[in-house]
């Protein structure tokens, strides 16, 4: 499943279940939460550490499509950007971006 398949389900799954789909600052700190209990699976070894990354992407996708955006769009670009940057790292060891792409 390509991420804008699953932006659209998880859309629709909110539209269906009468879940919250206008208040963006609501789901922003619901997405919080998710990371938060994403982290404590990952840190107490828990079974269900993917089933909670997977809620994590599935808010930022409700938030994506909130605001009109196709998040699988946002992550290519992304990406791309990502990918173009060039960086060295500084007399204490930590990366330093030393070129910029033409979108920074």
Same mark, same amino acid.
């Given at each position: 499943m390509d991420i804008r398949s699953a932006q659209k389900l998880a859309w629709d799954n909110k539209l269906d279940k009468g879940f919250n789909t206008t208040?963006?600052? *609501? &789901? =922003? !700190?619901? *997405?919080? $939460? &998710?990371? !938060? &209990? $994403? =982290?404590? $699976?990952?840190?107490?070894?828990h079974p269900d550490f993917g089933e909670e990354l997977a809620d994590v992407f599935l808010y930022l996708a409700a938030i994506a499509e909130m605001n009109g955006l196709d998040l699988q769009t946002e992550v290519q670009r992304k990406i791309t950007k990502n990918r173009d940057r060039v960086y060295a790292r500084n007399e204490h060891g930590v990366p330093v971006r030393i070129t910029e792409t033409a979108e920074d």
């Amino acid at each position: 499943m390509d991420i804008r398949s699953a932006q659209k389900l998880a859309w629709d799954n909110k539209l269906d279940k009468g879940f919250n789909t206008t208040d963006v600052p *609501l &789901e =922003f !700190g619901l *997405l919080t $939460a &998710e990371i !938060g &209990e $994403a =982290f404590t $699976a990952w840190r107490k070894h828990h079974p269900d550490f993917g089933e909670e990354l997977a809620d994590v992407f599935l808010y930022l996708a409700a938030i994506a499509e909130m605001n009109g955006l196709d998040l699988q769009t946002e992550v290519q670009r992304k990406i791309t950007k990502n990918r173009d940057r060039v960086y060295a790292r500084n007399e204490h060891g930590v990366p330093v971006r030393i070129t910029e792409t033409a979108e920074d």
